[in-house]
């Protein structure tokens, strides 16, 4: 088992490395110094003057080694620029950089300054992520049991007219993202057109004090879009299994019906939806973004959005290392799930 | 003019949907007619649901292609009559000329254009570029999926491993740091593209050729007949004057496709592709264990012949459904690429940008945002009951 | 009545239940259709069946007759769409199609149990065994968790399983299959049923170890005076098995009567072509030809007016036969045998054989392949899903393999599960590269030729017909564009047309109308694909072809017609045939040399009656006294073999048999153990791999004796 965890781990660093790099590329492609240039420094810069500007800041080094250098792996850079000033990597903002350490990356706690907040990433990073995973919880708490009992119901007895209805209501929820759900939840029950005004449609609010009111809309609207999936699955495998042959004999060794379901189907009908429901989470967090921006509840999807707009290249590159974490650690926890559930894989 | 109550509204939108409602009732005659000579898809109309997917999936094919000849739509997408800006559904509009329709049916959003007309206009965005871009990403995701699952091993693990990489990156900052004007201006999706839509010309022609070898005088000039229309094609599609990838002359260049939306397309293509190499990989490892396989092998079959004729077509009932479903999520990416506003152009009529702009005013006016969203509402709906009845008939017997 | 020695708990059990001496199970008059979206599916009509305390009843039939259905029905779980649409099903008198879900729960599994055809499926893979067994008792007898386990671990004991504490705590997969169907007997065993319904229990077992679960059943339904319902499509097992038998054929009951009647005198033209379709192990085939039924098996909707079997019948009578319902009639002077035909009295029974036009086996010819201690191993990594890192295991799937094979001559090669036949197939075949050793095809050396390097011609000559009939053929081509793509492949023909043409005559070869060249797979029979897929095989004119398995899958009136066939190609075209099989009953009928394998060693190879006769090697001893025999007259010797085959992973050390082997004792010191056995050749061409004296070798007796009449 150790050894299955080491060699997951090595995966992910892997994984993580290969598509921080793809980030970095992409946000120091040309195009996006230029634009960063022009907002940071004045927008009517001509092309020479946003030239000296990166040059001066280290941004014209070439790809791999300002990554390396973001990593902590390679010395931060020290530059005399072209207007006298000498700037170093790793001082600290208004700093001088005599004062700067050599290294200063990933490796050793720096994760580099936000151009749009004005702060550390480190600390932009756990405030907002902090917000979401409050989101989060309440969301799996929501959607997780409703969307088991859904699919348990529906394939407990296939075919049946409960089965029909569950699941239309199921493949409802799959079709509807969040964009959409979130727009007709919001004008059915808290816009004035309608009128009910039960909730609330922003979560501003939810941020320091999160109330029923307030962020009961979010969470459902997040919820809605993974649950119909999860159930859907979970009926497919649920409904299998009540036809497999063990089923009939446990059937036809007397058991009664509820206990056919709790004791023989369940744990088997669990497998399949249980590595879905992890492997949920890069796209929950799709969900998240786009229920933050819609919701205006300033987490880390929304902080994605700012970042990415803005190519805050630091803070966007936090991000992701925290995204690819999140799913890259999901699915291990899916793994060892499934191991767990399935007496038939036996890791040793 | 009075304001058209709702059961006018309602009317007046059936006339207007006339041109789709005979198309659907051709296209079902026909079906149910012919249904026992048309395999799965004939099987598909004794299914309810399945019929039911099917109609709404047609109603907006057909609306989108109507559309885009303007026959059901009302007024100009774009147009603006400013009086009309955020008026209610069923609205008449005010100092019309004679050849204007006289009312706003489905009400005017914030920049005074017609609602009803730009959901008509939006079909025809998705209907253009889902399926097609489903389609590509098949392409790319069999193209390398089989040899994944037919071989296993170190291609297996390397391939694998892409697409595990690609599926850890968040499809939504993905989304941000790729379609981008910025990016767009360093040519980088008209590369993807290059490399991402050659996949079907490599399809056809291992497909071809694996089928035909024996026999080359069939073969060869078969092989640059359809090569050499699908280069074409393809060249014309990823060439484009003035941009990093011109490769032909313009006046042979067929068509050009913006760079906003090509942009769009590469995307939606690499962001799919990736899970359709997965089903596919898993499919190929389970079918390559079959008798059949083990006899073409026997009788000196090449790996490509085995794994495009033998293989592939005995794996086409998971993934036609999957085809379906996969339209279905690459209409709401779309979707959410114009939530977010990227790629397409803001004054696009497509269903993401229209929610986007009517959710400003949610509050106060609904219908900008919740015509186009049931509308997206819908299509997903039918393509997912669509799948569903395929897959419970093919199940069947 | 056999009710022999119950133990206490029996008694005691056996009293609480309701004292009842009638009959078990009485099935009156039973029909039962599936309802489907297209029609009407009547699996099963006018069945009738009659079961006494203690009893056993076979029920006899080929694939889709109905056997399962009356199993199903009789347990009520029919399924969504399935129903009894006339008829009763009484059990100790108590109609079952009268009872509330509630009572039924309650019957289940404590006094009507199950066992089935796949064990694996048939247990819960994520519940431990001992839970699954413990179920019993505490649903039905209110046992106490204590009670229970005691219980659970008796039975265990009692099927004979070692180790039964640690049994009790593994979870299926953890259990090998033969292990496995002892649990689900144990299962059945739990709560002492009055009736045990055994579907095909041991179809997916090895015959060494089907012999031993056979021998399991008997004598546990001695011991708790269990009444039986056997289902088989084997008849041989039922003879071994019941006291009763009925046949049935297309949903119906034909024939029904005592072992000795309906084996030795017959009275349903059907059940005399069965015997007459299977080959017998004891005989020979000049003496007994082997005779296939003609035709098909009718689908339940397509069955023809009057007699069923009327199409296949040798004795019909047109005008009588085809008319009207036909009623089971008794037959006089047997005791309770009936049969289902309208001229039983008319019908010759004794009449002998026409006698069958012997054909000449084609002259065997020169030597074309030959093999020389050729050896196989596989390296494969000793954890399969966690993979990769961690030591490797060396599999050693075939064990220095050498023999010859001549043009014209049938090779069979015998063994059970694992023992490495397929292996074999596939390096000769260049799906895989040998490890060591040569093959020689006409002096050729080919071990190391990959089939991408071999050339078209090599590929042509050693081709391959496949043991699952419906997986053979590519489900989504035609029959005829599969057997022109393999033309196209072997380069022969040079038109469209002429390969059409080509392919047409091929499906002649095999006996198939040329209309079927434009049918799907799935519009054909097994025999029916399985004879394309010998048509294909002979494509490029064959000169080797490997039969793996080809008929195992088929039913046994089919399994006649195809051996036919292949025995048929082979003497026009000449045709060396690698016959693979288990079954040793058609390795007699068919082949001139036989050559048995244990865990990827030959342990004999010979001619075919040096290997049917004494001396044997201890193996091949074994796997003979384990075939059943559809013969009364056939005395075998009763060997039972302990334990199950060894998995090739960890073949155990010195002799591969050792530790199953009875005559292990009579070889001195401990040379089984430690030292793999040498090749002795015995007679002229005879050669066994095995310690034993050559002293010990002539005590032995044979097997098979058929008794004198
Ligand atoms: N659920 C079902 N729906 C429709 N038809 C069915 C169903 N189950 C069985 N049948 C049909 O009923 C007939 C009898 O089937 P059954 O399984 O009883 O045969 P069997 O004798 O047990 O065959 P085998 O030896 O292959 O087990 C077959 O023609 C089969 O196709
Ligand atoms: S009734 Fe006629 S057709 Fe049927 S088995 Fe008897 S003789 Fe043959
Ligand atoms: S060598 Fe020993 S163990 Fe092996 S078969 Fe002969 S007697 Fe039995
Ligand atoms: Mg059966």
């Known amino acids: ?207 320091e004090n999160a109330t029923f009111e307030n962020f009961f809309l979010p969470v459902l609207t997040i919820a809605l879009y993974g649950m119909g999936y999860i159930a859907r699955m979970t009926r497919a495998s649920m409904a299998e299994v009540m036809t497999a042959q063990y089923i009939r004999t446990a059937r036809l060794k007397g058991v009664s019906f509820p206990n056919i379901v709790m004791k023989h189907a369940l744990r088997n009908a669990l497998i399949a939806p249980f590595t879905v429901i992890m492997l949920q989470f890069p796209w929950l967090l799709n969900g998240v973004v786009i229920v933050e921006t819609l919701f205006n509840y300033k987490g880390f999807g929304w902080t994605l959005v700012q970042a990415a707009g803005n190519n805050d290249i630091e803070l966007l590159l936090g991000v992701s290392v925290v995204s690819v974490f999140v799913v890259l650690v999901t699915q291990l926890i899916s793994d060892i799930g499934y191991v767990y559930l399935n007496p038939r894989i036996s890791v040793s | 003019m009075e304001p058209l109550s709702w059961a006018d509204i309602l009317g007046r939108i059936f006339v207007q949907f006339t041109p789709v409602w005979i198309a659907l009732v051709v296209v079902f005659a026909a079906s149910i007619w012919f249904k026992r000579n048309l395999g799965l898809y004939g099987k598909l109309f004794d299914s309810t649901i399945g019929m039911i997917g099917f109609a709404l999936v047609m109603f907006w094919v057909f609306t989108g292609i109507f559309g885009a000849m303007d026959m059901v739509v009302t007024h100009d997408a774009l147009n603006q009559i400013s009086v009309m800006k955020n008026k209610a559904p069923g609205t008449p509009v005010m100092g019309a000329g004679e050849d204007v329709y006289p009312y706003y049916l489905l009400g005017g959003d914030n920049l005074a254009r017609d609602v009803f007309s730009r959901m008509v206009k939006g079909a025809w965005v998705v209907v253009q570029i889902a399926p097609l871009a489903t389609l590509f990403a098949f392409m790319v995701g069999i193209t390398l999926g089989l040899p994944a699952g037919f071989y296993g091993g170190r291609l297996d693990t390397l391939l694998s491993f892409l697409a595990n990489l690609i599926l850890a990156f968040p499809v939504i900052l993905l989304f941000y740091l790729l379609v981008t004007p910025e990016i767009i201006a360093t040519g980088i999706p008209n590369y993807m593209a290059t490399c991402l839509f050659v996949f079907p010309l490599i399809f056809v022609a291992i497909l071809l050729n694996s089928r035909y070898h024996t026999q080359p005088a069939l073969r060869t000039p078969l092989l640059i007949g359809v090569l050499g229309v699908l280069g074409w094609l393809y060249l014309s599609l990823i060439s484009e004057v003035g941009s990093k990838v011109q490769v032909i002359p313009g006046f042979l260049d067929l068509f050009d496709v913006p760079g906003g939306i090509l942009v769009v397309f590469v995307s939606v293509v690499f962001v799919n592709s990736p899970t359709v190499f997965r089903i596919v990989r898993g499919l190929t490892m389970d079918i390559k264990t079959r008798d059949y396989v083990a006899a073409a092998q026997t009788r000196g079959e090449g790996p490509w012949y085995i794994m495009l004729w033998e293989i592939l077509p005995n794996a086409r009932g998971p993934l036609i459904v999957d085809f379906c479903l996969r339209i279905g999520y690459t209409t709401i990416l779309l979707g959410t690429l114009g939530f977010f506003g990227l790629g397409l152009p803001p004054e696009s009529p497509d269903w993401g940008t229209t929610i986007n702009d009517g959710r400003r005013l949610l509050s106060i006016y609904l219908h900008p945002a919740i015509v186009p969203a049931l509308s997206l509402l819908s299509l997903v709906l039918g393509l997912n009951l669509l799948a569903d009845g395929l897959r419970e008939e093919s199940l069947k017997d | 009545m056999k009710q022999v020695g119950c133990t206490p708990y029996a008694r005691e059990t056996q009293e609480m239940k309701d004292i009842y001496d009638g009959p078990i199970l009485e099935i009156d008059v039973l029909s039962i259709s ?112 204590k009670e229970a386990y005691d219980r659970a671990l008796q039975v265990v004991t009692d099927v004979k399983l070692p180790d039964p504490k640690r049994i009790l705590d593994a979870y299926p997969h ?120 003609p035709g098909n098996f009718p689908l339940p909707h397509e069955r023809p007016p009057g007699c069923n079997f009327g199409p296949r019948c040798d004795y019909f009578e047109a005008g009588r036969c085809d008319q009207g319902t036909i009623r089971m009639r008794p037959v006089k002077g047997n005791d309770r045998h009936e049969t289902r035909c309208l001229r039983f009295e008319e019908i010759d029974w004794n009449a002998p054989l026409a006698a069958a036009i012997t054909k000449d086996k084609g002259m065997i010819g020169d030597v074309v392949l030959k093999m020389e201690d050729l050896k196989k191993y596989y390296e494969v990594s000793a954890n399969a899903l966690f993979g990769k890192s961690g030591e490797t295991k060396v599999v050693k799937a075939n064990e220095t393999l050498s023999f010859e094979a001549r043009e014209s001559e049938t090779l069979a090669i015998v063994g059970e599960s694992g023992c490495g036949k397929s292996t074999f197939a596939k390096v000769l075949m260049g799906l895989e590269t040998a490890t060591a050793g040569q093959i020689l095809l006409d002096n050729r050396n080919i071990e190391s030729t990959p089939i991408e390097r071999r050339d078209t011609k090599t590929i042509a000559d050693v081709q391959m017909v496949f043991q699952n009939p419906f997986d053979t053929l590519n489900p989504s081509m035609t029959v005829g564009r ?106 007699r009928y068919l082949s001139d040399r036989v050559m048995v394998m244990y865990l990827g060693h030959v342990v004999e190879l010979g001619t075919t009656d040096q290997v049917f006769s004494p001396p044997y090697h201890p193996y091949t001893e074994a796997l003979l006294s384990a075939v059943p025999i559809a013969d009364t007259r056939v005395k075998k010797k009763h060997i039972v073999l302990e334990g199950d085959i060894p998995s090739a992973m960890n073949p155990p050390p010195g002799c591969p048999f050792q530790t199953r082997c009875r005559w292990k004792s009579q070889v001195p010191g401990k040379l089984c153990e430690t030292e793999v056995p040498p090749v002795r050749r015995m007679a002229d061409g005879h050669q066994i791999k095995c310690h034993l004296s050559d002293a010990k070798f002539a005590e032995m007796e044979p097997v098979i004796e058929i008794a004198a009449e």
Not at chain 1, 68 to 90: F, H, K, N, S, Y
Not at chain 3, 513 to 521: E, I, N, S, V, Y
């Open chain 3, 482 to 587: 599969q057997i022109i793509r393999a033309l196209e492949i072997f380069g022969i023909g040079k038109t469209e047309a002429d390969r059409r043409e080509r392919m047409l005559q091929l499906l002649d070869l095999v006996k198939l109308p040329r209309a079927f060249a434009d049918r799907m797979p799935r519009q054909l029979s097994g025999g029916q694909k399985q004879r394309v897929g010998i048509a294909r095989a002979f494509a490029g004119d064959a000169r080797i072809v490997v039969a793996d398995e080809p008929v195992s899958a088929l039913d046994v009136s089919v399994q006649a017609a195809v051996t036919d066939l292949l025995m048929e190609i082979q003497r026009e075209k000449k045709t060396t045939l690698l016959f693979i099989s288990h079954d040793l009953s058609i390795v």
């Open chain 1, 1 to 207: 088992m150790g050894l299955f965890i080491l060699r997951r781990l090595w995966v992910m660093i892997l994984t993580a490395l290969a598509l921080t790099y793809i980030v970095f590329f992409l946000t120091n492609l040309y195009p996006n110094l230029e634009k960063l240039a022009k907002s940071q420094g004045n927008f009517r810069m001509t092309d020479a003057q946003v030239e000296t500007y990166l040059g001066n800041r280290g941004y014209l080094q070439s790809t791999p080694l300002k990554y390396a250098q973001w990593l902590g792996v390679a010395p931060g850079w020290v530059i005399t620029g072209t207007d006298g000033e000498t700037r170093a990597r790793c001082a600290a903002p208004g700093a001088a950089a005599e004062t700067a350490t050599t290294f200063c990356g990933i490796l050793q706690g720096n994760w580099g300054f936000s151009t749009v907040f004005k702060d550390g990433v480190g600390s932009i990073v756990a405030t907002r992520l902090a917000l979401t995973g409050k989101l989060m919880f309440w969301v799996m708490v929501l959607m997780v049991p409703s969307a088991l009992l859904l699919g348990v119901l529906a394939g407990m007895r296939e075919g049946t007219r409960t089965d029909r209805a569950l699941s239309t209501v199921a493949i409802t929820t799959t079709a509807t993202p969040e964009y959409v759900s979130g727009v007709i939840l919001i004008a059915v029950f808290s816009s004035s057109a309608v009128g009910l005004k039960w909730f609330k449609g922003t979560a501003t609010s939810a941020m």
């Open chain 3, 34 to 145: 599936f309802f489907t979206r297209l029609r009407e599916i009547p699996a099963v009509m006018d069945f009738s069946v009659k079961v006494m305390p203690g009893e056993a009843v076979g029920l006899v039939g080929e694939s889709g007759c109905g056997k399962s259905t009356v199993a199903l029905g009789v347990m009520q779980d029919l399924g969504k769409n399935g129903r009894i649409t006339g008829g009763t099903i009484k059990f100790k008198g108590r109609d079952l199609g009268q009872m509330s879900v509630e009572e039924l729960r309650k019957i289940r599994g404590s006094e009507i149990a199950m066992i089935y055809q796949e064990p694996m499926a048939s247990l819960n893979p994520a519940m431990k065994i001992g839970k699954q067994l413990m179920e019993v008792p505490m649903i039905h007898q209110g046992a106490s968790e």
């Open chain 3, 174 to 293: 953890q259990l090998s299959g033969g292990q496995q169907q002892r649990i689900v007997i144990a299962m059945a065993l739990m709560s002492e049923p009055a009736l045990l319904i055994l579907d095909e229990p041991t179809t997916a077992l090895d015959v060494t170890v089907e012999a031993s679960i056979v021998d399991l059943v008997k004598d546990l339904g001695r011991k708790y005076g269990t009444s039986m319902l056997f289902i088989s499509h084997n008849l041989g097992l039922v003879l071994e098995t019941c006291d009763r038998l009925c046949v049935m054929y297309s949903g119906e009951a034909v024939e029904r009567g005592s072992i000795a009647d309906v084996f030795d005198e017959m009275q349903h033209p059907y059940t005399q072509a069965l015997f007459r379709s299977i080959p017998l192990p004891g005989a020979d085939k000049n003496s007994r030809p082997l005779v296939a039924i």
